[in-house]
Each structure stands twice: as C-alpha cells, then as structure tokens.
C-alpha cells in the first residue's frame, strides 16, 4: 500500500522530486481503489492529508516543528534532549511551500473523485422500515440487500451520543449476524420474524431494509455508507 505518514512532506529526504514521486504515487493508489468503486479506508485517509496540508500551507509554525532535527545535547540536569535545526529555516520553507502547493491542487482533486463515487451510491441507497417500529429505535437490525447478489446480509446495530465539550457525535456500531438467500418467499419481514425467533434480543426489534440498486464492494463501499445513511435516518425519524 502506498501509504503517507502524517509528515510525509518532512520526514526523510527533504527534496521537491522525492516528494512528488511518494504524492503520485499515494494518489495512484487511490485512483485505482476508486476505480473499484472501493471508498474506505482511502476516502477519509485522503481527507486526513487534504486538511492536514491544508492547515499546514497556513500555520508556519507548525511546518517549522516538523523540521528535521539531530540531537546536539542531553542535559542530564535537567533530564532535557536540545536538538539542532539540519537545514536553513528559509531554505527548508521554500521547499516545503513547494510541496504543498504542489500537493494542495492534485489531493483536492481526487478527493472530488471520492465524494462523486460517494454521493452516487448513496443516491442508490434506500431505506425502509420494516413491520411496526417500535418507539425506542437506538438499536436493532438492518438487512442489507447489495445489488443481485444472492444473499443479504443481516447486522444489529446499536445508536450512541458521543460528545465532547463542544459536539455531540452519534456513532452506529453493528454487528454481523447472517446472511439470508433471496428468494421469491424469503421477504424482509419473514427475515424479520426469524431474527426474533432465533435471537430472541427484542421482543419487536427495530428493523431496516436497506437496499442498493447496483452492487457495490460490500465492506469498503456500501457498508460504510448505509450506516451514515442509517444514522441520519433514524436522527430524522
């Protein structure tokens, strides 16, 4: 995997054409996963670098920290590492200002790219309740029907608030039950009863059909977005 470490543009050889050579080649990697229509990891792997160069094209000071440094002392008194800057501060700026304009340009672009993909297949994506949903819908189970695949795939979920001191954040954790063959007598709601009879959890589980039209990689692809798309509507319902 092409991978960048989060100082990608600092770390090792500070040289204009070394950098660019890891940047193509991080972004080739990621083209030829979104050619696949394969979204995560590299979707919000590629929004890291996107704003991590971004605040960084912004904050000099921070660029200046991540300069690479060689340890001159160790002050046994005061148990302290004293480092020595390896490069000029204006030499070294100039080169990285050139990476991240070189970079700035071509990570926005593929991450356009990703939210495209993104945003057809949630557009692809529809979700219905099944049977009667009880009042308390924080947790259940959703069917994912992905295409003309043969099975679907049955998950429980379970809604929670995560906050920090300025935001709340609703995180959906879920579970991999079993898969169900689709056939002309194996309805959501058959699918439905069964789960009750074979878990036994909820006495009448919230439950979910969430289908996709096209069939799309199921772990890096539509899970992941059927269960934005299942967090935003049960905030809505």
Known sequence: MAELT???FANGIIDFEHKKYLLLGYLKYISENFNENKLYPFLSDLIFHYRNVISLHENHKVVQDAMPKKLRKFDLDNFRLEYTKMMDDDEY???IESILNYAIPRLKSALSDGKEIYEFVENKIEIEPIGIIPIHKDSGYFILANGNTKFSSVFEYELSIIENASEKFRSLKTNFLQEY???FSQTFESIKLD???THKKFGNPATFAIRSE???PLNETL???AKRS???YLAAS
């Open 6 to 8: 989060a100082n990608w």
């Open 195 to 197: 789960l009750i009879k």
């Open 181 to 183: 063959k689709k056939q």
């Open 223 to 225: 899970l992941p977005i």
């Open 214 to 216: 096209i069939k799309f």
């Open 93 to 95: 700026m100039l080169i």
């Open 230 to 232: 299942l967090v935003r």
